[in-house]
């Protein structure tokens, strides 16, 4: 069984910062992609940022030069550093893992969420 758990939300002043943290345990493919997803109330979730075990990344153009996500691989842990943050990044944000299942498709797996709130 996979389980995440993540910390490092709360409430931060815009122009502020934070430092999401994401840890993954369990039996996981070492081939793999670890991200942040967030979800503002009356909207769907989305992608805010994603890295490969390889190393290559992907964010959502609205966090892009603002946050940075980074993975310690033999740790199986994710991080989402936000600067300058702005109210529109309030959220509860989640930490995916995905890898190729035996059986074909996507395994994946979430986080419980954390809440950020930026409001001054």
């Known amino acids: 069984q996979v389980q995440l758990v993540e910390s490092g939300g709360g409430l931060v002043q815009p122009g502020g910062s934070l430092r999401l943290s994401c840890a993954a345990s369990?039996?996981?493919?070492?081939?793999?992609?670890m991200g942040w997803y967030r979800q503002a109330p009356g909207k769907q979730r989305e992608l805010v940022a994603a890295?490969?075990?390889?190393?290559?990344?992907n964010y959502a153009d609205s966090v892009k030069g603002r946050f940075t996500i980074s993975r310690a691989n033999a740790k199986n842990t994710v991080d989402l550093q936000m600067n300058s943050l702005k109210p529109e990044d309030t959220a509860v944000y989640y930490c995916n893992l995905a890898y190729p299942s035996p059986y074909g498709g996507l395994s994946d797996y979430w986080g419980q969420g954390t809440q950020v709130i930026v409001s001054s």
């Open positions: 890295i490969t075990s390889g190393g290559d990344t």
């Open positions: 369990g039996s996981i493919f070492s081939i793999n992609t």
